[in-house]
């Protein structure tokens, strides 16, 4: 049986056993080798990531030379003056000083203003209740009795979809007993182990989080519409991110293209990873495998962000842009006796590619692509048929179109919250494991962005003899979701990292 919200109803009385509940457990990232082997590794870093989920090891970090910092306080991950007080946490009505209200920071790179204390404690108050009482509080769950209902008008959606978390994590309420027959009795939340969860669960329910974090900055998340957004352009490959969940992006001041859907940036990555066991019995703490690669799909995330941001102002370098297999119809092909064949010798096939440089549909193309219709449109009978017509391999190759656009097509790129000239980017990620979150700091150097993307522009260059040659990986604590505490101050670093990512920064 399951409620409204998703979740299972509560159980009255013991049932079956579930699952034995999943320790928890997180990568330590204290990677050690040997410098000289990076250093040659440097130089061929696409072959080197060719298969890296095979061949992952502490040479594959040491080669990007990424130093993990270790967690920091929230006060040393954002900058003075944007992370709010603890004293915001409490009612401003009855807040003794109003210390911390970024007075100086009170318009945002957009010219509306900021969010300040009340904006943000009317959120936080619906956080830091118990969980018991905000799940009894949900549409369709008993409420028990005595307890008074508490009102979500904000984290309604988030707590939805903690319950649904707690059914495979929440330990708090565990109590297993035996029957008469020897079996085990379980009394509970849970119905399953940690690592049994769905993905989604985890990625609804950060997403919740977050985005209860980010409208008063009036920024949405924007989920990649396809598994093409999520790659990494890394010198003449395109890697995929795992985990790569979705982006904090800002909605546009003109309200028409706000409307239609475009987005600006993007500002804060959002990465969602499923793994639960990050080494082996016989893997040293930091030198599992997992724990490596979970490292690696961070700076990943953290660069694809990084080079989303950098297009502003660019327009996107398509391999195929002058292909004659990408522009000319593929049914004339044969014509040209299937190969690759002097295209601009026939008539037939110059008049497509012109018409499609100029962004027009040939005549005869529309006119059969009508008659193709029509056809598909009816049955044997002649009448009109839902049945869709199945492609012979003539057909299919006929209508096999160039490779999918690695840019979104309703987002503005823009390097929001960089300062003109300071040659690098300061990026934030949201990293979520188990039930958890961190907020990730990376700070990427433009000439480390471009080796990345473009490789070297010189025969022989070597990245690791140089300064910026460098992935400095700042992280808060794994702020456990379902305390209370914690989720208040998971959002406080939340709110600091975006009041400093939307300030107003002179010149931009």
Not at 140 to 156: D, K, M
Not at 203 to 213: G, I, N, R, Y
Not at 245 to 250: F, H, I, K, M, Q
Not at 499 to 508: D, I, K, P, Y
Request: net charge neutral.
């Amino acid at each position: 049986m399951h409620t409204r919200s998703g979740a299972k109803a509560p159980n009255i009385g013991p049932r079956p056993a579930p699952a034995r509940p999943t320790p928890l457990d997180f990568p330590q990232y204290q990677v050690q080798g040997d410098l000289s082997a990076a250093h040659r590794d440097a130089r061929n870093l696409s072959q080197l990531f060719l298969s890296f989920e095979k061949d992952v090891s502490a040479r594959s970090v040491e080669a990007l030379n990424i130093i993990p910092l270790g967690e920091i306080p929230l006060n040393r991950l954002v900058p003075e003056g944007y992370l709010p007080p603890p004293t915001w946490l409490q009612d401003p009505s009855f807040a003794a000083e109003l210390s911390g209200t970024n007075d100086a920071c009170v318009v945002a790179s957009n010219k509306l203003r900021k969010p300040g204390h009340e904006d943000f404690y009317y959120r936080a108050r619906e956080l830091l209740h118990g969980n018991d009482d905000c799940f009894d509080s949900l549409p369709g769950r008993p409420r028990a009795q005595g307890r008074p209902p508490v009102r979500l008008s904000q984290a309604s959606k988030f707590y939805q979809n903690l319950l649904l978390m707690a059914e495979s994590w929440d330990t708090s309420k565990d109590d297993y007993t035996t029957d008469h027959d020897g079996k085990d009795m379980y009394t509970g939340r849970r119905y399953g182990a940690g690592h049994e969860m769905p993905p989604h669960y985890r990625e609804d329910t950060v997403s919740a989080f977050v985005e209860l974090c980010i409208w008063p900055f009036q920024c949405n998340l924007q989920n990649p519409r396809s598994s093409v957004n999520r790659k990494l352009h890394f010198q003449k490959r395109y890697l995929p991110i795992q985990g790569m969940t979705s982006a904090v992006c800002r909605n546009p001041t003109d309200r028409q293209k706000a409307r239609s859907g475009v987005l600006e940036g993007p500002l804060v990555g959002v990465c969602c990873r499923n793994t639960t066991t990050f080494r082996t019995a016989s893997d040293a703490r930091g030198e599992g495998k997992a724990e490596i690669m979970d490292l690696l799909f961070e700076a990943g995330a953290a660069l694809l962000i990084a080079q989303k941001r950098a297009r502003e102002g660019q327009e996107e370098e398509k391999p195929w842009q002058d292909q004659f297999w990408a522009l000319a119809n593929r049914r004339h092909l044969g014509e040209l006796g299937g190969g690759r064949q002097d295209v601009e010798t026939n008539a037939r096939a110059r008049r497509e590619i012109e018409a499609m440089k100029s962004g027009l549909e040939p005549m005869e193309d529309v006119e059969m692509e009508k008659k193709d219709n029509n056809n598909d449109n009816r049955g044997s009978d002649g009448n009109e048929s839902k049945k869709r017509r199945i492609q012979g391999p003539k057909q299919a190759y006929s209508t096999t179109k160039p490779p999918e656009s690695q840019w979104e097509s309703k987002m503005e790129y823009r390097l929001i919250g960089k300062e003109p000239g300071a040659g690098y980017d300061n990026i934030y990620l949201i990293s979520s494991l188990n039930h958890h979150i961190s907020i990730v700091n990376i700070r990427i150097n433009d000439r480390y962005l471009d080796y990345i993307t473009h490789g070297a522009k010189e025969k022989g260059f070597d990245p690791s003899t140089q300064e910026w040659w460098i992935l400095e990986v700042k992280r808060s604590k794994w702020f456990d979701l379902f305390d209370p505490h914690d989720r208040g101050e998971a959002m406080r670093g939340i709110w600091g990292s975006m009041q400093w990512m939307t300030r107003e920064v002179e010149g931009r």
